[in-house]
């Protein structure tokens, strides 16, 4: 099992950038396949990012966001660049035991779950 708490959201302007950070604890991290999503109000858990065999973008942010993984540290960040009002959301890491990108891609293929950070993009 592994728990999994994100930290870094905020308040930014658009055009602004944050760093979301995963912290992995329990079994070793690197045996997971990690994933970003993220849920407006009123709308569906989104995939955003996802790193498994290969690291996967969703299209809205192809090119904005970077995801990356310091094994040493068991954190995957989601750097987040070029904001938009329409990235504001609840960002959750998940856990996946499952390293296949089309599995990555739905949040059911996730076993484990953080609690979430908030992003807020003013216009």
């Known amino acids: 099992q592994v728990q999994l708490v994100e930290s870094g959201g905020g308040l930014v302007q658009t055009g602004g950038s944050l760093r979301l950070s995963c912290a992995a604890s329990?079994?070793?991290?690197?045996?997971?396949?990690v994933g970003w999503f993220r849920q407006a109000p009123g709308k569906e858990r989104d995939f955003v990012a996802a790193?498994?065999?290969?690291?996967i973008y969703a299209d809205s942010v192809k090119g904005r966001f970077t995801l990356s993984r310091d094994t040493v540290k068991n954190t995957v960040y989601l750097q987040m660049n070029s904001l938009k009002p329409e990235d504001t959301a609840v960002y959750y890491c998940?856990?996946?035991?499952?390293?296949?990108?089309?599995?990555?891609?739905?949040?059911?293929?996730?076993?484990?779950w953080g609690q979430g950070t908030q992003v807020t993009v003013s216009s």
């Open positions: 790193t498994g065999y290969n690291t």
């Open positions: 998940a856990a996946a035991t499952s390293f296949d990108s089309r599995v990555l891609l739905t949040p059911k293929g996730y076993a484990y």
């Open positions: 329990g079994r070793t991290f690197s045996s997971y396949a």
